[in-house]
């Protein structure tokens, strides 16, 4: 009789802990992906890469969280270490695209880069890129295309490199070339810079990895 006893309230016991377990999923509203913190929400899933297109190139670049809307972006190459060249900074085009790469939205990973500005007057405008390192995974980029379509990236990663150690063929190569991905790159002015002048700050890259989330379609786009 009395191991009966014993046996019905461990299950009472049990059956209460379930219910406070899922009244607070409930609560949450967060019940997918086990093992992920309650509240923490999943990355959003990559979108497809979208068909390549001549008439696509990318013409403005902007990210909400840094307060960038609608930068004019360019076409650069790179230099003789591999490093894509920013556009000079009195440039009304302030961002610059890798032109022999892919175009944001296509497979494979698209090159962005700005100046810095570190090493210019104290008093003079900083570039686009300059609070780049603040980015956190989750930021949205927004690229609007010259065919009128727009190809959203979500950042899923920052590293910041010693310039005098960068890898760009590393750096730049995409994580999944079934992807559509993004790198958002900045050098912070000290291409030349000895690392033991400037305070004992060493020179570095900032390189942003964002990956396509969502693709708008050009306002023409399925219209007869």
Known sequence: MAWAVLLLGLWLWGRDLMDGV????????????AGRPLGRQAPPHAHAPVTAATTARPVRITIDALGVRGAAITGRGLDGDGMLTPPP??????????????????????????????????DAQRTVFHRLPRLKPGDRVDIQRADGSTARFTVEDIQLHDRHRFDPRKAYAAHDRRRSELRLITDDGSRDRDPGRHGGNAAT????????????????????
Do not use: C, M
């Not at 899922?22 to 992906?33: E, M, N, R």
């Not at 009304?92 to 296509?106: I, R, S």
């Not at 890259?205 to 007869?224: D, E, I, K, M, R």
């Open 205 to 224: 890259v900032t390189v942003v990895s964002a990956y396509l989330t969502s693709y708008q379609q050009p306002p023409h786009a399925g219209a007869h």
């Open 22 to 33: 899922a009244a607070q999923l409930a609560t949450t509203g967060d019940v997918a992906a």
């Open 89 to 122: 900074y009195a440039s009304p085009e302030p961002v610059g695209w890798y032109a022999d790469g892919p175009q944001p939205g296509e497979a494979g990973a698209a090159l962005l880069v700005a100046g810095a500005g570190a090493d210019r007057a104290p």
